[in-house]
């Protein structure tokens, strides 16, 4: 049983160190003219976060014991190939532009 206690601690931590790095990132990314703005629908998207996972993992736990660990997986792995490919895409593509305009 005191691993479980290790295991949320590793949690709140991760959950402590990601939530403000996630904002300041989604700040850093925005317009000053829409930073607020952007800011706001940032953490309206972080709340439906936070309440869709219960409802979802209810539900699946009770088509099988071990369905919400995997579809978590699932789509934290997809999350990661998004990130991945479509933000790396976008954000070398502003880079080049913004090196371009430099010259």
Do not use: C, R
């Amino acid at each position: 049983a005191s691993y479980l206690y290790l295991t949320m601690a590793l949690v709140a931590i991760g959950q402590g160190l990601s939530s403000p790095n996630i904002s300041a990132l989604v700040s850093n990314l925005a317009d000053n003219s829409m930073q607020g703005e952007i800011l706001g629908i940032n953490q309206s998207i972080q709340a439906l976060a936070q309440a869709i996972p219960p409802i979802v993992g209810g539900l699946t736990v009770s088509q099988h014991l071990n369905l919400p660990i995997t579809l978590a997986s699932i789509v934290v792995l997809v999350a990661w190939l998004v990130f991945l490919f479509v933000f790396n895409k976008n954000t070398s593509k502003s880079e080049s532009e913004n090196q371009t305009k430099a010259l």
